[in-house]
């Protein structure tokens, strides 16, 4: 079985290439033999090697895309938040396609919505052989713009098992992970790092490889911060992480992560998917929609809050076990 995988893979972002890994493995329990080919919409950054086929798409035009992609028995687009309401990315499955598509596991922005769009997608939507949305709130913007009525099912990461590393630190690890979206937190970031009580050893990691990220993680934390190289590899960056005692994040993927791993993450407001997150997991309390100060950061860091969220893991870890391919 030959199928193509769409999405924003191919940039050496973190969240989205473990994401991408775990769908591959989950397509592979169903079809042991199947010939996987993932369609990147931009240039090629990765700095390792990878195992399945990357074509860059933005190369070939959109006849030329939709003639490569009928090639293919099976289309999937996600996963990810790839859906948005102010913008179509889907012009190649307008016309012309005629292999059946899914759209697996994606998320809904609503920040902007343009009707002209709404009625592009609700035609692109409605002829998909299926469509599962991530959360519960994905779910109901589907609902509310596009008239559909869709499963939820998290996305492949869940299963995603990092290593701990250890890391030499002063008290707790803190890590940072902030991008653009949230940028009204760098400073409070800081100084409420700089104020904690509990002795601490502040690390940072890019979720991708770009010097407006490592500028962000700069603004947000302390002097005596660990800048972890962007050399290192994608799992190696993963398991910085998951040696953690607490995760500051703007990035959807870094929280979710972290929880995974039965870490607490405090998520500043920057797109509706932390939000989203956060509901769908029932861990309002980590969202951070005001202000962040050094009581929110001791009072997290003095509890044991382990066993709840490796509780919700191993939940959201069943749930993600689902098939990507429908019957």
């Known amino acids: 079985m030959k199928i193509a995988i769409i999405g924003y893979y191919g940039h050496n972002n973190l969240g989205d290439e473990l994401n991408?890994?775990?769908?591959?493995?989950l397509i592979q329990k169903q079809e042991s033999k199947a010939d996987i080919t993932v369609f990147s919409g931009g240039l090629g950054t990765l700095y390792y090697d990878v195992d399945y086929n990357l074509v860059l798409a933005d190369r070939l035009g959109t006849?030329?895309?939709?003639?490569?992609?009928?090639?293919?028995?099976?289309?999937?687009?996600?996963?990810?938040?790839l859906i948005f309401l102010g913008a179509n990315y889907f012009d190649f499955l307008q016309e012309g396609i005629k292999v059946p598509y899914i759209f697996s596991r994606v998320g809904i922005d609503n920040r902007i919505v343009s009707q002209p769009v709404l009625e592009q997608l609700r035609k692109i939507l409605g002829r998909a052989y299926d469509v599962t949305v991530r959360t519960s709130s994905d779910k109901d913007l589907a609902q509310k713009y596009l008239g559909i009525d869709c499963k939820v099912v998290p996305e492949a990461i869940w299963n995603y098992e990092a290593q701990s590393f250890p890391l030499a630190a002063h008290g707790k690890k803190i890590l940072?992970?902030?991008?653009?979206?949230?940028?009204?937190?760098?400073?409070?970031?800081?100084?409420?790092?700089?104020?904690?009580?509990?002795?601490?050893?502040?690390?940072?990691?890019?979720?991708?490889?770009?010097?407006?990220d490592?500028?962000?993680?700069?603004?947000?934390?302390?002097?005596?911060?660990?800048?972890?190289?962007?050399?290192?590899?994608?799992?190696?960056?993963?398991?910085?992480?998951?040696?953690?005692d607490l995760v500051i994040t703007s990035r959807l993927h870094a929280g979710l992560l972290a929880i995974s791993h039965g870490i607490p993450a405090i998520m500043m407001k920057s797109t509706?998917?932390?939000?989203?997150l956060l509901k769908e997991l029932n861990l309002d309390d980590f969202f951070v929609d005001g202000i962040i100060n050094e009581s929110m950061i001791d009072d997290i860091l003095s509890r044991n809050m382990a066993s709840r969220l490796l509780s919700i893991s191993k939940h959201m870890k069943e749930l993600s076990k689902a098939p990507v391919i429908p019957d």
């Open 272 to 276: 509706p998917k932390v939000q989203f």
């Open 176 to 212: 940072v992970s902030m991008n653009a979206y949230a940028s009204k937190y760098f400073t409070q970031i800081k100084e409420a790092l700089s104020k904690t009580k509990m002795a601490k050893t502040t690390f940072t990691v890019s979720m991708q490889d770009t010097s407006k």
């Open 63 to 81: 006849n030329k895309y939709r003639d490569t992609l009928n090639r293919y028995d099976l289309v999937i687009i996600g996963g990810g938040g």
């Open 20 to 25: 991408l890994l775990e769908m591959i493995k």
């Open 214 to 244: 490592f500028y962000y993680n700069i603004l947000s934390t302390p002097d005596n911060r660990v800048i972890l190289p962007e050399s290192v590899s994608l799992h190696k960056k993963a398991s910085f992480l998951a040696s953690m």
